[in-house]
């Protein structure tokens, strides 16, 4: 029991501020714990929890991609395009997400087979996406969607909204892929030491490429799922998104460094920033002053695991080795 509480310390934490950030919610408007309220204003964060499961397993892997959000702009501007052309959606969008998991897949290989840094290659690719996109939407966006490519953001299974289920179908779905299965197993070694790996015989190449390839897929339903919601699509769709997404998946407990952290946190992490961020316009906080605090919860997710660890390092060093009186490791220290 005791064991499980210390491994899910950080997960426990995120529930304790999400129960907390409610409780400052629910003061500045007595209608924030309404439950059909609640889901409605959660099915506004789908989109970003697609996107933040998709990174999960490049930051588990010790890479990052800022590319998701022009990603996901293509992919609901070609939709959009497929939409006007007539193309059922049973066909468009399964092509959407091949296109968008070639997209991704174009990033692994630059990473891991070309050996270039992941922050330079995705800088690089986020704006030549976003190109790609402002290519195909045209200077007055795609709009005139028919009912069948946006009945998603409509729909209701009881009183949670279908896209909060797909958003939750999709975290049980990366949890398994990292949890139960090679690939995930080979996720957390490659963090925890890329070369190390190599010389065990795991294909750190096929892997990195393989979590790129899954965060195109990812942003590409996040495409969908803004085209379902906004029943329009531009160039500039979810521009400036990453941070939130960035900021989710660290805040949950993902190392920057890779080989720690489950997808469980950053569920938890998304449900928190959702609950801060309706909290702040229910209390008239600027964009501007949002976007500081997503920020700063950023730098603070990363500082805080750094410091916990100095200070157990240092703790530990303090206490004297197994089976060595105190007396005689003060002698040894004063010689």
Not at 20 to 32: D, E, K, N, V
Not at 178 to 188: K, P
Not at 223 to 250: E, H, K, M
Request: proline content about 4%; glycine content about 12%.
């Amino acid at each position: 029991m005791r064991s499980n509480i210390r491994r899910y310390s950080w997960e426990l934490l995120l529930v304790v501020l999400i129960v907390l950030a409610g409780i400052w919610s629910s003061f500045l408007s007595p209608y924030f714990l309404d439950p059909v309220n609640l889901l409605s204003s959660a099915g506004f964060f789908v989109i970003f929890a697609l996107m933040a499961f998709g990174l999960f397993p490049i930051i588990l892997q010790g890479e990052i991609d800022i590319s998701l959000a022009s990603t996901l702009a293509v992919g609901s501007v070609l939709l959009g395009r497929f939409s006007q052309l007539g193309i059922p959606l049973a066909v468009a969008l399964p092509l959407v997400l091949v296109i968008c998991g070639l997209l991704g897949a174009l990033n692994g290989v630059l990473v891991a087979v070309v050996g270039l840094p992941s922050l330079a290659v995705t800088l690089g690719t986020m704006g030549a996406y976003r190109g790609i996109a402002y290519l195909f939407a045209g200077d007055a966006g795609v709009t005139g969607i028919p009912p069948s490519y946006v009945s998603l953001g409509s729909t209701w299974v009881g009183i949670v909204p279908m896209t909060v289920v797909l958003a939750l179908v999709v975290g049980v779905v990366f949890a398994v892929l990292t949890v139960a299965t090679r690939f995930g197993r080979n996720s957390y070694a490659i963090g925890n030491n890329a070369s190390a790996s190599r010389m065990a015989g795991l294909s750190v190449s096929a892997s990195r490429v393989g979590a790129y390839t899954l965060a195109g897929v990812a942003s590409g339903l996040a495409g969908y799922v803004w085209l379902a919601q906004y029943q329009s699509a531009r160039g500039d769709n979810a521009d400036g998104s990453i941070l939130f997404v960035l900021t989710a998946v660290v805040l949950g407990g993902v190392s920057i460094k890779g080989g720690s952290g489950r997808a469980l946190g950053v569920f938890l992490a998304i449900v928190l920033l959702g609950t801060i961020q309706i909290g702040m316009k229910l209390a008239n906080v600027s964009g501007t002053s949002q976007t500081l605090v997503i920020g700063a919860l950023l730098v603070c997710s990363i500082g805080v695991p750094r410091v916990i660890d100095i200070v157990r390092k240092k703790i530990a060093a303090s206490r004297p080795a197994v089976g060595v009186e105190p007396d005689v490791v003060r002698e040894e220290a004063v010689h």
